[in-house]
């Protein structure tokens, strides 16, 4: 086994294990500075930020030999005997010699910088910097240009690390980027004419280390130390990026990538990115209602699950539309909830919206055309439970011929996901609930309209398109009137106590075989429910 | 004139010596028919070795040590890169050769391609060089129709192709590295070491590069020997094992303020003294000399007293120098204020910083500003120390850079300012009376006030 001594302290490293110096001293704790490198991109070394010292152990005799110079810790390799040191005079004088470099030309104009609060210029010069300005050269206003439609240039704050430059050329492959001029006069740039458009364009802002990239869509909105994060899991497509979700005071106001090597590494893609503004649309239904003499009237909340409970226990058949953009543990509720009343109920998979085809970029990163992040945890509650998978076409044209005394419909979706023909066919159901954020013609059609949750709002768990399982908790708190989908059949289910995604979805690891592999928690990174099922 | 008989300058003055024919009747291509008839790779790569021959680039690394370096019984391709993108300050050496004497480069290169068993040469050659360039195509044509380059050369079975590219027209496409990005196609920004060239260079195959003169040599050791190379120059160091001595011709460009600049051909280990009376015909208009760049700009400066220095690869080196580098003298008299010497120097490296390491690319730039205020009269004494504290602390020596230019940006100014630290002292008191104490930074909010 290689054993790399890091500040005096071993790392063992596992068998075909690769790690350069930022990586093997981050094992023992010890933080070291970088602004060029990142794990999912080439190493250029240019930034000098990370320089330690190096050396190597004698296996037999234990002796050290240090290199008389510094070296970059990300070129680096830890192989067995190697040492690093990442804490001296020297490299203290180096990284302060950097800061001090990348500041003679930058406007420092955190004040109005977007960056400012998790901006690594900042924290590395006040971790590492000097105390006093010692250049006595007045720094340039920031000229600012767009690169595209999403991100926007300050010049004069870049520290010509070229992140973006390289995650245009390896990750998106589009090489839209690039460094014109030379020296000091460096610039990042894009060619006269072809803009930054890529549908990834938006990791680029996440990539910089400063605040010379900006995100268009987030400029000026909020400043970061206002807003909290919350680890969530994109309901873009059947991809299921893990994401971030960042919020002040129930108000979303942009999504990041969170690392999975499982599932998007480091990325996400634009319309993930930038796919939460249904969230706050003003025209979401946010209060629950029946039809009553004089057309629509309000429902208690607190009345309501009663209301339903009695209704539908009334009703002799019953079917459920299980959308794939609720969770497993809203999925499975809703079904065991309508299978207790009516054994028979026919639990049927909501629409599945395509758009083209499935993208994949030169690093593997997709895009998949099925637009929503549950059909497979839908499909598994559907098929567990009911041991046939009835599709939402095979529904509709069941309804000719079969008389269902009650349907509960469940959407979600961003956009249209059904016609008129679609509400004339249900129309005559006695009791059709429509549980849905966005009006509609079934929701129009319906004699209960409950507003639903969205992605942001919900807590449970998704399965991607490769069967891995991600749970998340809400982000947001839903609109003033609407209860979530997870909350209002723990009700009808008369769970005790609040909603509780974790407690549903141990029962459900117990009751299906499928999901038994997230039976012991399933981290960060969510779990690989194939791992449990025979070859 | 001095008693050593040039040897490759030989032919420069003579008829139409840039042609294949005038070539040939000096007895060119000699050297490589009996290379192709009766030696093999291995034997060009020992005569190399036992030559002793160190690269006329500027790094003065051993020729044929270098060459071993190339992977064993590699299946090819392997490529060899000749570096004619000459351009340090005062540095012209390799453009006499090109344009005076394209063949003999060439022969030395088509052995050298030989010995290192690369299939394809690429003469990177300088931007600005329009004479050499239309030379050396012409020659390389001439070749081909002689059957010289091509397939199966003069019936050897061994195939060479040369490709002439026009470099980039910037100071780094010179580096080693550098110029394997621009052949590329891309921004001429070394690259990070290890790989090496010798194991994955150009298009990712293991690949050589030398500089024109260091292939002229090759020619020559092959047609004299490698005995007659060690004949002439300096021997290694007893005292220093690894010190692999200073053998063979070199070709010294002597400019500056000298009665007759040019390109001399003299042993290694010519005293700068030596050089400037015997071959530059003394300092010019009578004048007594102040310094002298040693060999190329980047490689620092030496003060007068300091002239007794030998120009061998160690010489310069015991004067605080950087080395040897291309061996381009230049000459600054006893009228010149160092100051404006610095200024110049700082002027041409963060004119040339190819910007992709942050202490090169600020330091350079910021040693230039600094540079441009103290010229300007609003200089101050502690920028003195601030110009040594940037200048000790780039470079591939620190490790704080990737390239060797940013040791070629420091070294000026840790000389100048070490060695005539008094006269720049007197320059900022004299221009600067009122000021020249001042220590203090600049304001934090004038500083955001600039917004």
């Not at chain 2, 008839?37 to 003065?60: F, I, Q, T, W």
């Not at chain 2, 100071?171 to 994955?200: D, H, M, N, Q």
């Not at chain 2, 004119?351 to 690319?361: A, D, I, K, L, V």
Request: hydrophobic share 35%.
């Amino acid at each position: 086994m290689a054993t790399v001594l890091v500040d005096g302290q071993e790392v063992e490293l596992a068998a075909g294990e690769r790690l350069n110096g930022i990586q093997a001293a981050a094992r023992v704790g010890a933080d070291v500075p970088h602004y060029c490198w990142h794990p999912g991109l080439t190493v250029v070394a240019s930034c000098r930020m990370c320089l330690v010292e190096t050396g190597r152990r004698d296996p037999a005799t234990g002796e050290i030999t240090m290199l008389p110079k510094l070296v970059p810790g990300c070129q680096t390799p830890a192989t067995d005997g190697t040492v690093f040191v990442t804490k001296s005079e020297k490299i203290t004088a180096a990284r302060a010699m950097v800061e001090e470099d990348l500041l003679i030309r930058h406007p420092i104009d955190c004040p109005i910088c977007d960056k400012a609060g998790e901006c690594s210029l900042q924290d590395y010069h006040f971790e590492h910097g000097r105390e006093e300005r010692r250049a006595d050269l007045k720094p340039f206003t920031s000229r600012r240009r767009e690169l595209g439609d999403t991100v926007t240039l300050f010049v004069d704050r870049c520290v010509m690390c070229t992140r973006c430059v390289r995650f245009s050329r390896e990750i998106s492959g589009d090489a839209e980027l690039m460094v014109v001029n030379r020296g000091a006069h460096e610039e990042i740039d894009v060619f006269p004419g072809f803009p930054l458009d890529n549908k990834m364009s938006g990791n680029v802002v996440d990539l910089c280390p400063v605040g010379a990239l900006g995100d268009r869509d987030f400029l000026y909105k909020q400043r970061v130390w206002f807003m909290k994060s919350h680890d969530n899991v994109c309901a873009g497509c059947s991809t299921g990026c893990s994401i971030k979700v960042e919020e002040n005071q129930d108000k979303v106001y942009r999504l990041k990538p969170r690392e999975n090597p499982h599932v998007n590494q480091w990325w996400m893609c634009d319309e993930g990115r930038y796919g939460w503004k249904h969230v706050h649309d003003p025209s979401r239904v946010t209060l629950p209602r029946r039809v009553g003499k004089d057309g629509f009237e309000n429902v208690e909340w607190s009345t309501l699950s009663g209301e339903l409970d009695a209704k539908l226990s009334a009703s002799k058949r019953i079917a459920a539309v299980l959308s794939p953009h609720l969770t497993v543990e809203e999925a499975y509720q809703l079904a065991k909830y309508v299978r207790g009343i009516d054994e028979q109920a026919l639990l049927v998979l909501g629409p599945i919206p395509t758009e083209g085809q499935d993208e994949t970029f030169p690093n593997g990163f997709t895009i998949r055309a099925e637009k929503c992040p549950n059909r497979r945890g839908v499909e598994e509650v559907i098929v567990g439970l009911a041991k046939a998978l009835v599709t939402w076409d095979d529904f509709l044209g069941r309804l000719s011929d079969e008389a269902f005394d009650a349907v509960w419909v469940t959407g979600g979706y961003k956009s249209n996901w059904h016609d008129e023909s679609v509400a004339q066919k249900l129309s005559s159901v006695p009791l059709l609930i429509v549980q849905d954020s966005f009006a509609s013609p079934l929701w129009d059609a319906a004699t209960y309209q409950l507003p639903s949750a969205t992605f942001a709002e919900r807590d449970g768990s998704y399965v991607n398109h490769a069967d891995r399982l991600q749970s998340f908790k809400w982000a947001v708190r839903p609109p003033a009137g609407v209860t979530t989908e997870g909350q209002l059949y723990w009700r009808l289910l008369k769970s005790p106590g609040l909603y509780n995604s974790r407690a549903v979805l141990d029962e459900l690891t117990r009751e299906l075989l499928y999901f038994s592999a997230a039976a012991g928690g399933n981290g960060d990174c969510g779990i690989d429910l194939k791992s449990n099922r025979l070859a | 004139m001095a008693e050593f008989e040039p040897v490759l300058l030989a032919n420069i003055h003579k008829d139409d010596s840039h042609t294949l024919r005038a070539y040939e009747s000096f007895g060119g291509y000699a050297g490589l028919k009996k290379v192709l008839g009766s030696m093999s790779a291995n034997d060009v790569k020992e005569l190399v070795k036992g030559s002793g021959l160190r690269g006329r680039g500027g790094a003065g690394f051993p020729t044929g040590l270098k060459w071993t370096f190339l992977p064993k019984d590699h299946p090819g391709p392997i490529y060899f890169c000749l570096n004619a993108d000459e351009s340090e300050p005062g540095t012209f050496n390799n453009r006499i050769l090109m344009e005076e004497d394209p063949h003999q480069v060439i022969e030395g290169l088509i052995i050298s391609c030989f010995a290192t068993a690369a299939s394809t040469a690429y003469f990177y050659m300088r931007y600005e060089y329009p004479l050499a360039w239309k030379r050396v195509q012409a020659a390389v044509d001439e070749c081909y129709a002689a059957g010289y380059l091509g397939k199966n050369i003069l019936g050897s079975g061994y195939s060479l192709d040369i490709f002439l590219h026009r470099g980039a027209a910037a100071y780094i496409c010179g580096e080693e590295t550098g110029l394997i990005e621009s052949l590329e196609g891309r921004r001429a920004w070394p690259r990070i070491k290890p790989p090496f060239p010798a194991v994955e260079g150009a298009f990712r195959k293991p690949t050589v590069v030398n500089n024109v003169e260091t292939a002229a040599c090759v020619k020559q050791i092959v047609d004299r020997g490698a005995d007659w190379f060690r004949s002439i120059g300096v021997q290694p160091d007893p005292n220093n094992p690894r010190d692999p001595g200073s053998f063979g011709p070199k070709l010294y460009c002597l400019s500056g303020h000298v009665e007759k600049p040019g390109c001399y051909e003299a042993p290694l280990g010519i005293t700068v003294n030596e050089l400037i009376d015997n071959y530059g015909g003394g300092v010019w208009k009578g004048r007594k000399a102040k310094a002298a760049i040693p060999g190329g700009i980047s490689m620092g400066l030496l003060t007068a007293d300091e002239f007794d220095c030998p120009l061998d690869f160690a010489g310069p080196g015991k004067h605080g120098c950087l080395g040897l580098g291309t061996a381009a003298v230049v000459v600054v008299d006893e009228t010149v204020p160092m100051v404006d010497f610095l200024h110049n120097s700082c002027q041409f490296f963060a004119h040339e910083s190819c910007g992709q390491c942050t202490p090169c690319r600020e330091g350079t730039s910021w040693a230039l500003k600094m540079m441009n205020r103290i010229k300007g009269g609003k200089g101050r004494l502690k920028d003195l120390d601030l110009l040594l504290e940037i200048g000790d602390n780039i470079g591939i020596i620190p490790g704080t850079t990737i390239c060797g230019l940013a040791d070629g940006a420091a070294w000026p100014m840790k000389n100048a300012i070490r060695k005539f630290r008094g006269e720049f002292e007197e320059y900022i008191k004299r221009t600067n009376p009122d000021g020249y104490m001042e220590t203090h930074p600049v304001p934090v909010l004038e500083i955001i006030g600039a917004h």
